[in-house]
T-cell receptor
Framework: RKEVEQDPGPFNVPEGATVAFNCTYS??????FFWYRQDCRKEPKLLMS???SGNEDGRFTAQLNRASQYISLLIRDSKLSDSATYLC?????????FGKGTMLLVSP | GAGVSQSPSNKVTEKGKDVELRCDPI?????LYWYRQSLGQGLEFLIY????????KSGLPSDRFSAERTGGSVSTLTIQRTQQEDSAVYLC???????????FGDGTRLSIL
């Protein structure tokens, strides 16, 4: 079983749509969780940390379910500029494990 | 402030040559990571430095790969006797410590002919 699994997509959505990404992880002792975005041929950039209580940053909402070992990212009112690959990242001590990412394509 | 700086941006070399990739982390960041990303693939962890502790080398794919971090700051990743399968983008990241969000450099795009 892969350590961090994501639907590779691509997810094709129109502007203004709401889109949700899911991620599962295998190590139940994982300690912290993040979502990164990566634009084509660019480096990954931190989008947001994910907290147990769930957290929101503008149009982005992240949730964590430790019991199910599941993380989600919800993007509301999607913009063209949201087109990117979204990486689910899980930390265990010194190791950050990256999922392969879900590609999002937002069209006019 | 300055972010993570990597050099060179691009490197093209012949199979069998050695290459050195450099990473200058964000000032004050004690943790430094190297990853590589092949085309269309996820990030593959290579090595992790934390302060003066022994590095975690568990991700290095072969003994042709080595890295050092001098003075707790700049790091060099060396690949000896390069092979075509070493072609990838090599990304460096730094953070304030274990488990903290990482900030990435722009990467070095390595092409082995």
């Amino acid at each position: 079983r892969k350590e961090v699994e994501q639907d590779p997509g691509p997810f094709n959505v129109p502007e203004g749509a709401t889109v949700a990404f899911n991620c599962t992880y295998s190590n139940s002792a994982s300690q912290s969780f993040f979502w990164y975005r990566q634009d084509c041929r660019k480096e990954p950039k931190l989008l947001m940390s994910v907290y147990s209580s769930g957290n929101e940053d503008g149009r982005f909402t992240a949730q964590l379910n430790r019991a199910s070992q599941y993380i989600s990212l919800l993007i509301r009112d999607s913009k063209l500029s949201d087109s990117a690959t979204y990486l689910c990242v899980v930390n265990f001590y010194s190791t950050l494990t990256f999922g392969k990412g879900t590609m999002l394509l937002v069209s006019p | 402030g300055a972010g993570v700086s990597q050099s060179p941006s691009n490197k093209v070399t012949e199979k069998g040559k050695d290459v050195e990739l450099r990473c200058d982390p964000i000032s004050g960041h004690t943790a430094l990571y190297w990853y590589r990303q092949s085309l269309g693939q996820g990030l593959e962890f290579l090595i992790y430095f934390q302060g003066n502790s022994a590095p975690d080398k568990s991700g290095l794919p072969s003994d042709r790969f080595s890295a050092e971090r001098t003075g707790g700051s700049v790091s060099t990743l060396t690949i000896q006797r390069t092979q075509q399968e070493d072609s990838a983008v090599y990304l460096c990241a730094s953070s304030t410590g274990q488990g903290q969000p990482q900030h990435f450099g722009d990467g070095t795009r390595l092409s082995i002919l």
